[in-house]
């Protein structure tokens, strides 16, 4: 009996390109046909794989599933869990990348098989769940940060594409990830590698080492230990070139969207409503003059306009293209064979993920939580004398904090300012601790598994450069911060308006479980196999808020507590039903499972999957089954979350801009959604089906095809309640939908009669109505001998979503194609179709793989954020980038990767890079917010740009 150290995968290694192969749309860079033949030969020993509890000597699973071998993710030269999660063509809308920094939850990665968000697909390691990250996505998805799992000592990755919830419980809506780490290790290995970008940062330097002792089959026991690291340097928005360097594309057509607001200010005379409230500015009497004493400095440009004089910025080059991040653990496993019976398995990692993000210094006009877009300097200080900040305040003018004064009324000073001697950075420290323990072995004709998990994260998030309001108003009031010369500031006046914002968040999963399968009793077709399981888990998460009190300027409300138990027990059995007749040989596996969950109740799915082998060469599969994900605490629990998203007047109003006379107030700008958490909220539920086929026409060749078709439609679906009829609202002037507030900003100060701008919308999560998606997965796999020393083999896997639906209620909405959704994770849309097509050329001890990326482009329509189609014409409107360039689209996305691997002597290993070989640009996309012209989600290869890597491998 062979186990693996969870009992998941039980592959020996002497015959894992023969089990993979036929796992459907394996990936392995390395082919022979000798050793194909060899493999092919060997007798296939009994295998557990994802999404099933049973042993099977047929590979060919009813469900589709993708194994990514060790062997592959080292020819791609990739370095992260999370790149070769994410580089996954079925991983689509509400992917998370590690370079949206803004984002809620910054300084993870995360991933969305099927473009169901990252909180429905379960992530696994060795087959069982650990702790999601402390912050929720979007203030509402629990997911697990995939930059906290241990890289290095990676076997293989399962990647289940379909529905998984008779097996695996809440959130397989979307596919399950199975993270498999080495069972065994023996020696010692170490790796050097560093890399750097042709245009400047991101250098990248990595070093692992792993040594361990024994071996199962003659001492009885294996254990190593194993040690990561790895540096990513910033790439900054200015390192990279026109158009992803600048928030400014009138040039080419587009908005400029820079507007008047630089670390140099902008003042202009008013009369402030209330002397005593800083916040109070009125409307225009004058000209704007620059405010700083010395004019416009490097960074800025003076503009002399029939209002007055102004100096633009563009902040974006104050952001990152790419965060500094700092990956970093610990692992340590082993596993001991007490007898012919029975193995005992323990292991326990660390793992830190250090996100360090960049940002533009904070400004004096933000809406949340307070508005201060009417802030102003008044003419006199508190202490009564003349304010040496107001360009416009003249000695002995009469005033609330004058009111002796002879002489005219107090001219105060409206202004636009950036704190530009406060630096505005912010930290995101995950350390993840997950140990498991377990036995497993056969017993009274038995095999089983029984083992526990203890899974705590602690993410401690330090946010620096946000202006404490209270501390901004007296700086103002007693004229203790120098606006017209900052060098003039000392550190603790600094220190005082823009305190630090620290705080811990954890989650914590332990569970407990017990596996158990045999055979029952004979068919003529062969054994009826079944297994059962029980699991027990307790799941809390502990998010305090940042800004509990609300003082701190530009971050909104953000807290999740909550804690429950889950009870489960489940069900598999496979029946053979003929075999090795006329029809073939046919089988059906029925599985189910019933979960109690201490917070909102019940659930009970069942799946239904049946295969049909034709012939030896043809095998139909298909898969029904149910599924659900619990809501998260975020959703449920005691929660509510600010996220900003920006909102282009133009979008919702054509009349706008006009009424405003096109001022700084009428352009894009960062518009607050509150959502608070509702007791009452109800499951999500799912109905999957896939049917395929696998193809193996050659009996003397390495060729598989399969092809399979996948259908989800997700129900209940748990979402903040679409705000985009409130907006229109808003701006029209009508009727606000009921379970909607709005708030609105202060007057306009140079047209201070022209209509409102909203800057907040305020619901309660609800249970949407659905969701339904179907698409196609293709992948091809082949390996043939050029000459007797030269194999090549290729792999080419595409996933085409053939639709993606909202039903939002009043109608229906398709996202594929399009930049919707456009308010889920990071606004990156759902493109119709990705590729990877990997070719390996192997010359001895020599290997060369190229890899062509492929990704489909988008039309900048968020139709979840106020863009529409008009179901008569097909003709959309509202486009997200209100210049509309590029008719409001972008196009596809290509890039070759090339990596060569070479074997200097049976202990030494070198291997080179070439990321992005020929230097493809990111598609120009100025409607995302998550990066500065461009989509991160699908196209950060393409402003990292080429990318060289060296390293050397050393084995003793």
Known sequence: MVFDDKGVQVLKSNRGLHAALFLGAATLPVLSISTAARAADQSVETVVVTGSMLKQTDLNTSSPLTVLSRDSIDSKGLTSTADIIRSLTSDSSGTIPTAFGAGFAAGSSGVALRGLSVNSTLVLINGRRTANYPLADDGERGFVDLNTIPMDVIDQVQVLKDGASSSYGADAIGGVINIIL????????????????????????????????????????????????????????????????????????????????????????????????????????????????????????????????????????????????????????????????????????????????????????????????????????????????????VAGCHGANNPTGTGPQCVDASIFYRFGDIPHWSTYSNRVIRATAGVKGDLWGWDYDFGVVAAHSELTSSLYGYLSYTDLLAAIENGTYNFRDPSQNSAAIRAQIAPPNIKKSTTDLDSIDLHVNRDVFDLPAGAVQIGLGVEARHEGTFDPDLNPLGNTQGLGKAHTIGSRSVYSAFGEANIPLFKDTIAGTGSVDVSGR??????????????????????????????????????SF??????????????????????????????????????????????????????????????????????????????????????????SDAILAAFAGTPIPTGFAISYDNPDPLHPSAPLRPVSVSAPYINANSITTDGIDVAILAGFGITDELNYSTDLEVTQILSYKADTGSGVDEYVGLQSSYN?????????????????????????????????????????????RDPVT???????????????????????????????????????GIKNLLDAKAPLDPANYAGTNYNPTYAQSGIVGRFFTFGVTLKD
């Open 182 to 393: 080495k069972n065994e290790f023996q020696g010692a290995e170490g790796t050097v590698e560093a890399g750097t970008s042709q245009h400047g940062g991101g250098l990248t330097k990595r070093i692992t080492g792993t040594v361990g002792w024994g071996t199962l089959a003659t001492d009885h026991y294996n254990v190593y230990f194993n040690a990561e690291y790895e540096d990513d340097q910033h790439i900054k928005v200015g390192d990279r070139s026109f158009p992803y360097n600048t928030v400014d594309l009138s040039s080419i057509g587009g908005t400029n969207g820079q507007g008047s607001t630089s670390i140099y200010g902008k003042a202009t005379p008013s009369y402030m409503g209330n002397e005593a409230d800083p916040t109070s500015g009125g409307s225009a009497l004058g000209n704007s003059v620059v405010l700083a004493t010395a004019g416009c400095g490097p960074l800025g440009v003076l503009h002399n306009t029939s209002s007055g004089a102004y100096c633009s910025q563009n902040a974006a080059l104050y952001g990152d293209d790419q965060p500094k991040e700092t990956r970093y653990g610990f692992y340590g496993h082993g596993v001991f064979q007490i007898n012919a019976h029975t193995q005992a398995y323990i292991d326990a990692s660390f793992f830190g993920n250090d996100v360090t993000v960049d940002g533009a210094p904070p400004a004096a006009r933000t809406t949340t939580p307070h508005n201060t877009t009417a802030i102003a300097l008044p003419a006199y200080l508190l202490n009564g004398t003349l304010n040496p900040n107001d360009p416009f305040a």
């Open 874 to 912: 097909g003709v959309y409107s509202g486009c997200l980038d209100s210049s509309g360039i590029h008719n409001c689209s972008y196009g596809d996305f290509w890039t070759l990767d090339l990596t060569a691997n070479h074997k200097l002597t049976d202990n030494i290993k070198v291997f080179a």
């Open 634 to 723: 975020s959703e449920n629990g005691s929660a509510a979350a600010t996220g900003f998203v920006t909102l282009d007047p133009s979008s919702y109003s054509t009349t706008f801009a006009t009424a405003h006379g096109n001022s700084d107030y009428s352009l894009p700008y960062a518009f607050a959604e509150n959502t608070t958490s509702n007791p009452a909220i109800k499951p999500e539920t799912s109905r999957n089906y896939n049917v395929g086929t696998v193809i193996t026409p050659l009996s003397d060749q390495i060729l598989t095809i399969t092809v399979d078709y996948y259908n989800i439609k997700k129900k209940n679906v748990i979402q903040a309640a679409d705000p």
């Open 824 to 868: 889920m994770s990071s606004g990156a849309g759902t493109p119709r179709w990705r590729g990877s097509w990997s070719h390996t050329f192997t010359y001895d001890v020599t290997s060369l793989t190229a890899t062509i990326n492929m990704v489909s482009g988008e039309k900048e329509y968020g139709l979840d954020a106020g863009s529409a």
């Open 594 to 631: 019933y979960d109690h969950y201490s917070d909102f109740g019940d659930s009970w799915v069942p799946k239904v999957a049946a295969k049909w082998q034709v012939l030896p060469q043809i095998m139909f599969r298909g898969t029904w089954s149910r599924g659900f994900r619990a809501p």
